[in-house]
C-alpha cells in the first residue's frame, strides 16, 4: 500500500516553536525522519511520498536531501491538497498519516493496515480515547462519538484513492487504539516536551534488560 504523509500546512499552532513544524528535533532528530522511519519500517507499506507545500520550504529541500518522494500541493486547503497529492500515487488503497505524530511506530502502522480489509469501510480513521489525549497534557482539537465514547482524530488513515478522487462519497468508519503512540499530535511546546519524554521513556524500556532474559545470558 502506498502511504502519503502530509506536511504541507502552516503549523499555525507552534508559532513559539522557530522552524518549519516538520523539522522540529525530537531528541536530536527532526519530527518528520521518525515518522518516515516508522512507515518504512512497517510490513505491508510501499511507495512513500510526502505532500509539501510553500509553506515547508525546508522540509521539502530535507526530504529531497533523504532522497524522499514529494508531492507539492498548495498548503491552503487539506481536502484539496490531499486529492492533489493521491493522484500522484498508484495503488488502490494509501494509508495515509501526519508528520506530527513522532511516537508512532512500525508495530501501529502495521495494526492498522491490517485492520483496514475487515472493516468494511472505505475512508478507515484511526482514533484515541479522549481522556488519553488530555492524561498526556495535550488539549484535543476535536472531539467526537463512536459507541458512546468520547475520541479524538489523530490524522493516520485509510482510503480508497480510486473512490477519493473519483468524487463518490467513502462508506465512513473508526479504528479506537488506546495507545499513546497515536495519542500525541506535537502542536505545542509543551506537546513536544512530552513526547520528548515519552521517547527517552521508550529507548529505556527497550534497553532494559528483564531478569529472565539476564538469567539466560549468564547461563
Known amino acids: 500500500m502506498d502511504v502519503l504523509v502530509t506536511a504541507g500546512g502552516r503549523g499555525s499552532r507552534m508559532r513559539d516553536v522557530p522552524g518549519e513544524k516538520p ?9 518528520i525522519d521518525r515518522v518516515l522511519d516508522a512507515l518504512s519500517g512497517a510490513r505491508g507499506t510501499g ?68 485492520h483496514y480489509p475487515v472493516a468494511g469501510v472505505s475512508s478507515l480513521s484511526v482514533a484515541v480515547p479522549a481522556d488519553l489525549v488530555r492524561s498526556l497534557g495535550a488539549a484535543p482539537s476535536y472531539v467526537l462519538q463512536e459507541n458512546n465514547r468520547d475520541v479524538v482524530l489523530c490524522g493516520v488513515s485509510v482510503v480508497d484513492r480510486e473512490q477519493m478522487l473519483s468524487g463518490d462519497t467513502l462508506s465512513q468508519g473508526f479504528m479506537v487504539i488506546e495507545d499513546e503512540q497515536f495519542a500525541l499530535n506535537v502542536n505545542t511546546r509543551e506537546e513536544l516536551a512530552k513526547a520528548e519524554e515519552l521517547l ?20
Open 23 to 31: 523539522l522540529v528535533p525530537l531528541l536530536g532528530r527532526p519530527m
Open 200 to 219: 527517552r521513556r521508550r529507548g529505556a524500556d527497550e534497553n532494559a534488560i528483564s531478569p529472565s532474559r539476564e538469567s539466560a545470558r549468564e547461563a
Open 47 to 114: 511507495r512513500l511520498a510526502v505532500s509539501i507545500s510553500e509553506n515547508t520550504p525546508l522540509t521539502a529541500q530535507h526530504l529531497r536531501s533523504r532522497g524522499i518522494e514529494v508531492v507539492s500541493t498548495s498548503g491552503c486547503d487539506y481536502v484539496a491538497d490531499l486529492r492533489q497529492a493521491l493522484g500522484h500515487l498508484g495503488s488502490s488503497e494509501v494509508l495515509i498519516c501526519p508528520a506530527d505524530l513522532p511516537l508512532i511506530t512500525s508495530e501501529g502502522v502495521e495494526a492498522v493496515l491490517a
